[in-house]
């Protein structure tokens, strides 16, 4: 990059940037200002961009709601927690395999695993849906929580490139110790793979957290849903007046952010070391 | 010992194995089986050979849209993602101060649950009171009507789709850190201006990063589900409706499995071919730093 930027090229830039931001921010204004209003203005569709009126208190309303919004937020988290474990668990045991033991068959599988990454996950969607039915799993958060122990593909893939870059010294080095195979796994490479691990449960947390369509097939029983599927319900409940209530509606999405931006602030470090190579070096 | 490491090597890797059997596999097997049934979940499947597939392909006329609106929304929604998202790396990618912010604040809408973002296009693009067409007033742009005209109900769900354009900038950010300084030297020594510097130099290293992304937007686009089933319920005339919204109403609203799964193989199928071409392509446009152009 040209290290000497003019000032013309500045000012464009900046100019640029600033207009993009506004016209990105906005429609985050906009929430703010719909969630703020009162249930007149809503009734009446009349929302500005900047807020005139300031209800805060529909921040505590949505959890007096007849739809039970602290329970929602409630199955998230457990719905989220579950999966985050089990996909820390199954993938770091399966990439350890796949990245340092050596067994007949074991590129096979690697290609099967591989391979299975470009499988649309629509395709099993029905028959899953029937074996969860046959369970007894309907209504349950279990059909969204138990696949997670299973691992997938793509955090596998990561995992193995993460692990792979320890150098095999340490294992022989532990092996002399007397340390078996599965104590090189949990006491050499766990500790040294914490970062990686962190950033496998910040992408469980997003695939997850925000996931509707899930629960919208496993889900019936609203005191069941999670939040992404409660705030839909809450919008699709049309009152009396056969309007959505927009201003709870948005309340609701702010809730349904709010954890999404925390885990972005707080996990960005993580993430970014795994965008490299998530975006450039996993796929050489 | 190298009965024990591969012993453990099966320990290891089973919670994958089992999982493939019983979630992946197990189910494509049973998925392709009632893709040859008619099945409504209460009474036992009939049998019907590949009758699902030839209604599905010759007679079906609503499928047929399904799969034209995902193509128009998938390929434009992506071409003009990865076009905006490169123009905004590269401003970001400058050495000047703030960027960090700036990266942060665009970032933002990409963070948002695609529920949320539905929930607020559907006020955002209210025909006369939503924020989009009063902005376009503002220029004296008579704003269409969009979730309600069959026209612009993709556009709609195109613009939406921009909104989030944060996420892919920042993948192509960390590509670009990655490209060392040096050949930007070089070639300001040699007097490329910043376009040919973006040409020769940024684009071609940025290829694995565009690739990648391609190929999940590709695989992602043709998944639309939540959009749809939120903002527009497929409307107005089966404008917006995609093939996943197709295949769930199928499944689970007109309980229709076997259909249902003959769609889903459809879907699988056209998702194969399209990976496929891509990676074909490949080699004629993404550069690898370990290999040495023939030329």
Known sequence: MNLNIRLPEKITTYAILTALSALLGAPLLYVFSIALASDESTYLAKFTLIPHEFHFENFIRIFQLDLNFSRFFLNSLTLVIFA???QIISSSMVAYGFARLRAPGKNFLFIVLLSTMMIPGEVTMIPSFILFRYLGWINTLLPLIVPNFFTNAFNVFLLRQFISRIPAELDEAAQIDGLGFFGIYSRIILPLIKPALIAIGIFTFTWNWGWFMGPLIYINDFNKAPLALGVQILSATSTSSQVPPWNMVMVGSMLL???????????QKYMDEFGVIGGSSAIK | MKKREALWFYIMVSPWVIGFLVFTLGPMIYSLYLSLTNWDLFNPPKFIGIQNYINLLTKDHIFWKTVGNTFYYGFISMFLGMA??????????KPLKGMRTYRTLLYIPATVPVVASSLLFIRL?????????????????NGPPWLLSPVWVKPALILMSLWGVGGGVTLLLAGMKGIPNEFYEAAAIDGANSRQQFQYITLPMLSPVIFFNLVMGLIGSLQ????VYIVTGGGPNNASKMIVPYLFDNAFRWYKMGYASAIAW???LIALVFTALVFRSSN???????EVKKS
């Open chain 1, 257 to 267: 952010t709010l954890p999404m931006l925390l885990v972005y602030f707080f996990g």
């Open chain 2, 125 to 141: 693009l209210a025909p006369d009171a939503g924020l989009v067409n009063r902005f376009l007033a503002l220029f004296g742009i």
């Open chain 2, 284 to 290: 004629m446009w993404v550069y690898y730093e370990s």
């Open chain 2, 266 to 268: 459809v879907l699988f």
């Open chain 2, 224 to 227: 639309t589900f939540t959009e």
């Open chain 2, 84 to 93: 905006a998202s490169l123009g905004i790396a590269v401003l970001l990618n």
């Open chain 1, 84 to 86: 985050m474990i089990g």
